[in-house]
Structure formats: structure tokens, C-alpha cells
């Protein structure tokens, strides 16, 4: 089908048909600060709350981490219309104008007193509006000679047991979180709209970290050492024999093929030692920022983040702080090959089964990085998917990677790398949709919960597990089970529990009835979402022929998204307006690809495309209803266009759709 121009637009929107900013709480911490309570986050008040929303960052030109203190209003107005109700705060590690550190020293332990402000400015009307803070301490941070470290480059992975690295985190924490922001007149320690600090961006040992030769000297004498204080003299013996090495030679750590070929016994040995120094690392973090620095929100060590390994062993090391973590993406450009194939029509591979294996009973699960990234052409999926299986799995927040706010007002309509969502057509009116769908709970959770045990050397075992085990690395797991029940994992020190069972067939439902994905021979999968506020068919509509409790569709679009909320505390039989998403393809002008049409050759130019979804949606059972009407929106969120009179049939009414270009609606129906 044809491309045609459709361009979000932030900046010229004072009032918008679909403002969400109904669901924020605002101002943020107005309730207390959030804590962890079992396997829920709560304000200080004891209710619960959910988190839907962004990271922010600045990968592309012409975008920025850190607005003007002309444009922050802006921004914030934007996230709040969209539902946006927490921003996560990445790469403030790193030099301005990017980050907030000083560029023009010799060293990376001072904050750029202008950018400083304009972040303090930005947070507060932020704040204000109702968003949540979730500040990340490291994530970028390039060194300098003045820092005084072995590599400049190499941040990650030797925070972990480095000494000077410790040292340079907990003064920038110190900085970062006890400054006083002189627009809220308070520290972010004793700023309740803070509501999560995460120690380290997708950190772990082994992890995150290209095995500079000093950190890996260092990492080795430190391994020596500990042997020396925790085995017997005879086993010490034993490990040098197998290892080859002479009694004043150290014992070198297992690397490549000697992690498959090892011993049990110098295998686990070695594993102990890594969990202790990972476990001790976030144990004095969070002993630093608590007790030290006086943080009173939640904490998250950091995230499960590599879902071709297992994760086991970093969240046994983890799960000591309020909050797990996990991060994911459907078929990441960085992963070669890139490929163009939907997730519907591999649900065991899919950003809800993957996140799915790390949530622990009795803590809070968030996912703080997902998205489906651009230009996959199938990339309309994601947000409705993980919106109501987030919903159904009991998640506290889900954030998507990532917003970008655009540096000059003359800024040019066009996508310029995968992970942007700030301006894509589709997307942002998806997160609107999405918003609705979680925040306010509209899928059920699931009526049974899954619990997995495993000892700690089956948690030390995954790690050597073939990649055919992934993603939950559980040899006999069925991973049909987290599209049908809630899972969670119940201890990762206990005697293991028994063999789980599951239907493998399709379709998959979850027990609330709720939801159901489809797989078939033909690759022309489907997701049905059918609860009372939130309905959606996600997928090949077309070919499935499948609808919902009030909503099914005819259109000529292969694949695309439909989603319909209701905007109101009602079902969608008795609302009066409705918000209507459409999403298919989304492309730049001139976009051209490769010979194998996995990414393009040329990335294009202004302004955006969609392929806008047309056809015909029809309501039923609309309790009462006299007429229905639909208003095609703009990208400012504004009407476009006549009214778009619903036809009433016996089928219910028929509402013609995609003579407008656009990609969302607002209906009304009049009783």
C-alpha cells in the first residue's frame, strides 16, 4: 500500500483532543515517597502505582538530553498528554552538552554549572506535571587523565570490584542526588517525585566490558586472593594441577572453552567468588546511598539485560534491592542479522516471554529499557502486546527506549535512528493507547502464578546452557506458560521446583480470557486483546478474520494495529469517547533499503510516512447508542477533516476509516 506524510508534532500543540495527563497523579510525590511492598511499588500513602513511560536521551542529530529552559515546558507537556507518567534518565554521566558533566576539565567529577540548572529546571516541571524520576548513576561515563583510572574508556564491568571506580560512583551519587534543586527548593535524596535510583546501566561480571588488560590483572589477583582466604590448602593444590599452573603461579580465571570444559567443583568455586563480589558491590552501593546519602525511594542494582545467556546468576546477586529489572528488544539492529519478521509469529521469542523470566515473587518487576525498533516493518506491535501483558503478568513500569526532545524548533520531521519514539507517527499515538491500557489496569491479572526454585548451581549451570535453551534458560520449561498464567521465580537458593507443564498449542490464552495469541503454518500470526476498557487486534487482521467483544475490522493492510480504548471510567459499551489507534508501516520520504531488505541503504529524508491503516472498523453493542462519529486527529492531536459518520448495520456501527491520513481518532457516541 501507499506511504503518505504524517509528522507529530510537540511544539505546536497548546490543546490536544487525547490529553492523558487525566492519569497522572500530579504533582509527582505529592503521596510520599515510592517503596516496594511484596510485588508492588506504593506511594506513601500505601496505594499502589504503576509507572508507563521513557527514557530519556539524545542519540540522533538534532536532539538533546537536556532542554532549554524555553523548551522544557514543552517536553513536559508532551510526555504528560501522552500518559507518561515516570522518565528514566539516561547518560547524565557524560559530557555536556550531552550529559552534565563539565567538558572543559581535565576530569569527569564535575557537574556543567548551566546544564546543571537546565536539568534542575527541566525535572521540576517534569515533577510537576505529575512525572516520576528515575535517576541511572552510570551508564556512559568516559573517563579522563584527571580521573585517575587505568582505562579511560572502560566504566563498566570493573565498577564492580575496582576500588577507584567505587570511589569515583559514590561522589558523583553523592553530587548527583543530595544537589538541591533550586525550583523544588530540595535535594532529589528528599524529593519524593524521585521514585527509583538505579545503581549501573546492564552491568554484570563478564558483562559490559571488553577485558582491558589492567581490570583483568586486577580481576585475576582478586580471584587469587579470595582462594587463598576461602579454600583448603589441598583444594587450592587441586585447582593449580587442573589449571596448569605452578604453586607461585596464579590461578587463572576460566575463559571461553574452559567455562564448558571446567570441573564442577572449580567451576562452582569460581562462580562463588563472582557472586560475592557482585553481591558485596551492590550490598555498599546501596548501603552508600541509603545510609550515607539518605535515599529514601526504591532501588534497582540493575537490569537483566542479556537475554542470549542466562540472567540467573546476576539476579541472585540483585535481588537484595527493592526492584528487578530487565531490558529487551525485539530484534535489535545492533544483533545481526537484522531481520524484518513480526513477533506474532514467535511468541516464545517474544519482549513479553524474554522479560517474563526475571521477575521475582515478592518484588516489584520493571522493565526500565524495551522497544521494537524502527524501521522494522512490523514495529506497530509492540506497544499494545507488552501493554497488556505487562498488565496481565502484574508489572510495576514499563519504560520505552526512547524520547528524544529536539534542540531547535526548527527541527525537521523525519526519524533519524531505530530507537526514537519522540516523533514517530505511530508510535506516539501507540503510547497514548498504551497508557490507558496499563496505568489504569484495564487487562486482568492472571488468576494463577507459576513459581520456579532453582538451587544455586543450577542458577550457576544456566550460565553453561546452549543458546537453544534461551530465553529462560530452564531445561523442560515450557515457554507457552508466561502467554497463559503470571510467571515468577520463587527462590534461586532452594531445592529446585517440579517439572512445569503447559499447552504448546495454539492459540495461546491467558486464564482471564482475556487475551489470546495466534500462531499459524502461514506466518500470519495475531494477538486479540478483549477487556471491558481496552480492546485491540495486533497482527495479520486481515488474514485471521478474528474480533473482539466490540470491535472488529475489514481492512486491506496486511498487518497492522488496532487498538480501542475507551476514555473514559467506563466500559467501551457505555462510553462516550473512545480513542482509536490505527498503525501500520513507517518509513521516511526516499527511504530505500538494502539488497536484503534488512536495513536501508538510504535512510531518507523529511518529512515521516505511514501506510495508514483503511478499511472499515465496526463497534457493537454499544449499550443505547444513537450515533457514533469519528474525528481524524493531526499530529498535533487536533480534528483533520469532516466528521466520519458511523453507518449503523445489523452488525453494529461501521465506521470507514483511512480516507484521512492518520493514524489515530477520537469517536463519540451519542445516546
Given at each position: 500500500?501507499?506511504?503518505?506524510p ?32 511484596g ?5 506513601g ?19 538533546t ?7 522544557a ?7 504528560s ?20 558533566i ?19 529546571f ?20 568516559a ?19 575496582d ?8 561522589d ?7 544537589h ?7 535535594a ?5 517525585g ?9 552491568d ?23 582462594l587463598l582466604k ?12 587442573e ?8 590461578i ?24 560475592e563480589?557482585?553481591s ?11 545510609a ?19 540472567g ?13 529489572d ?11 542479522p ?41 514495529d ?12 496481565f ?45 496499563f ?8 488468576r494463577k502464578?507459576?513459581a520456579?526454585?532453582?538451587t544455586?548451581?543450577?542458577?550457576w ?30 527462590s534461586l537458593?532452594a ?18 480470557g ?7 503454518p ?6 486479540t ?36 480504548s475507551?476514555?473514559e ?13 490505527t498503525?501500520?508501516?513507517?518509513e521516511?520520504?526516499?527511504?530505500t533499503?538494502?539488497a ?19 478499511g ?17 486527529l ?5 480534528p483533520v ?7 449503523k ?21 451519542e445516546?
Amino acid at each position: 500500500m501507499g506511504l503518505k506524510p504524517f509528522v507529530i508534532d510537540h511544539r505546536h500543540t497548546t490543546h490536544s483532543i487525547i490529553d492523558l495527563s487525566f492519569l497522572l497523579d500530579a504533582p509527582a510525590g505529592k503521596d510520599g515517597f515510592v517503596r516496594a511492598r511484596g510485588d508492588q511499588l506504593v506511594k506513601g500513602n500505601g496505594r499502589p502505582i504503576r509507572f508507563w513511560g521513557f527514557n530519556l536521551t539524545e542519540w540522533s542529530r538534532g536532539s538533546t538530553e537536556v532542554p532549554s529552559k524555553e523548551d522544557a515546558p514543552v517536553w513536559a507537556d508532551a510526555l504528560s498528554r501522552a500518559g507518561v507518567n515516570i522518565v528514566r534518565l539516561q547518560f547524565l554521566d557524560l559530557a555536556a552538552p550531552r550529559g552534565l558533566i563539565d567538558g572543559t576539565r581535565n576530569d569527569s567529577q564535575h557537574f556543567d554549572p548551566a546544564q546543571l540548572d537546565n536539568e534542575d529546571f527541566f525535572l521540576s516541571e517534569l515533577m510537576k506535571r505529575g512525572i516520576y524520576i528515575d535517576f541511572n548513576l552510570n551508564v556512559g561515563r568516559a573517563f579522563q587523565p584527571g580521573d585517575n583510572v587505568p582505562a579511560l574508556r572502560e566504566g563498566k564491568g570493573p565498577l564492580l570490584f575496582d576500588r577507584r571506580l567505587i570511589e569515583l560512583e559514590k561522589d558523583y551519587a553523592r553530587q548527583l542526588l543530595t544537589h538541591v534543586n533550586p525550583y523544588t527548593k530540595k535535594a532529589y535524596v528528599d524529593d519524593p517525585g524521585v521514585a527509583i535510583v538505579e545503581i549501573v546501566n546492564e552491568d554484570a561480571i563478564g558483562i559490559g566490558w571488553r577485558g582491558n588488560k589492567a581490570y583483568d590483572d586486577e580481576l585475576t589477583g582478586l580471584f587469587n586472593g579470595w582462594l587463598l582466604k576461602s579454600i583448603s590448602t589441598e583444594k587450592l593444590a587441586e585447582f593449580r594441577k587442573e589449571a596448569g599452573v605452578g604453586p607461585d603461579q596464579p590461578i587463572p580465571r576460566l575463559t571461553g572453552p574452559a567455562v564448558q570444559s571446567a570441573a564442577p567443583d572449580r567451576y562452582y568455586t569460581e562462580c562463588r567468588f563472582y557472586s560475592e563480589l557482585e553481591s558485596g558491590f551492590f550490598k555498599e552501593m546501596s548501603s552508600c546511598l541509603r545510609a550515607g546519602l539518605g535515599v529514601k525511594c526504591a532501588l534497582i542494582a540493575t537490569a537483566d539485560h542479556s537475554h542470549s545467556g542466562s540472567g540467573y546468576p546476576l539476579e541472585a546477586d540483585a535481588q537484595q534491592l527493592d526492584i528487578m529489572d530487565g531490558h529487551d528488544y525485539w530484534r535489535h539492529p545492533s544483533v545481526p542479522p537484522f531481520r524484518h519478521n513480526p513477533m506474532v509469529n514467535e511468541p516464545f521469542n517474544s519482549t513479553v516471554v524474554e522479560l517474563s523470566r526475571t521477575a521475582l515473587a515478592g518484588k516489584p518487576y520493571t522493565v526500565s529499557e524495551v522497544n521494537n525498533p524502527w524501521p522494522n516493518q512490523f514495529d506497530c506491535e509492540g506497544i499494545p502486546i507488552l501493554a497488556a501483558y505487562g498488565d496481565f503478568q502484574g508489572w510495576s513500569g514499563i519504560m520505552w527506549y526512547t524520547f528524544e526532545p529536539k534542540r531547535n524548533a526548527d527541527w525537521q520531521p523525519v526519524l533519524t535512528d531505530p530507537f526514537d519514539m519522540s516523533h514517530d507517527p505511530v508510535k506516539m499515538p501507540e503510547m497514548a493507547a498504551g497508557a490507558l491500557m496499563f496505568l489504569r489496569g484495564d487487562i486482568e491479572p492472571a488468576r494463577k502464578t507459576v513459581a520456579r526454585s532453582y538451587t544455586p548451581e543450577e542458577v550457576w549451570d544456566s550460565r553453561r546452557l546452549a543458546g537453544t535453551h534461551r530465553p529462560y534458560f530452564t531445561p523442560g520449561f515450557p515457554l507457552s506458560l508466561p502467554l497463559l498464567h503470571a510467571s515468577r521465580i520463587q527462590s534461586l537458593d532452594a531445592q529446585p521446583t517440579t517439572r512445569v507443564t503447559a499447552d504448546l498449542a495454539s492459540p495461546y490464552r491467558s486464564d482471564t480470557g482475556q487475551l489470546a495469541w495466534y500462531t499459524s503454518p502461514a506466518d500470519e500470526g495475531l494477538v486479540t486483546i478483549d477487556s471491558p476498557r481496552s480492546q485491540a487486534l495486533v497482527g495479520f487482521v486481515r488474514a485471521n478474520g478474528k474480533s473482539v467483544s466490540n470491535l472488529s475490522a475489514d481492512v486491506s493492510n496486511t498487518f497492522c494495529a488496532i487498538i480501542l480504548s475507551s476514555l473514559e471510567a467506563k466500559p467501551i459499551s457505555t462510553s462516550s469517547r473512545m480513542l482509536l489507534v490505527t498503525g501500520s508501516r513507517v518509513e521516511n520520504t526516499g527511504m530505500t533499503w538494502n539488497a536484503e531488505k534488512s536495513l536501508p541503504a538510504d535512510w531518507g529524508g523529511t518529512p515521516t510516512v505511514i501506510e495508514p491503516v483503511t478499511g472499515t472498523i465496526t463497534l457493537r453493542d454499544l449499550a443505547q447508542a444513537n450515533a457514533v462519529s469519528a474525528r481524524a486527529l493531526d499530529g498535533s492531536g487536533q480534528p483533520v477533516g469532516d466528521p466520519i459518520i458511523a453507518q449503523k448495520t445489523g452488525a453494529g456501527w461501521k465506521i470507514a476509516i483511512g480516507r484521512i491520513v492518520t493514524p489515530w481518532y477520537e469517536l463519540t457516541v451519542e445516546r
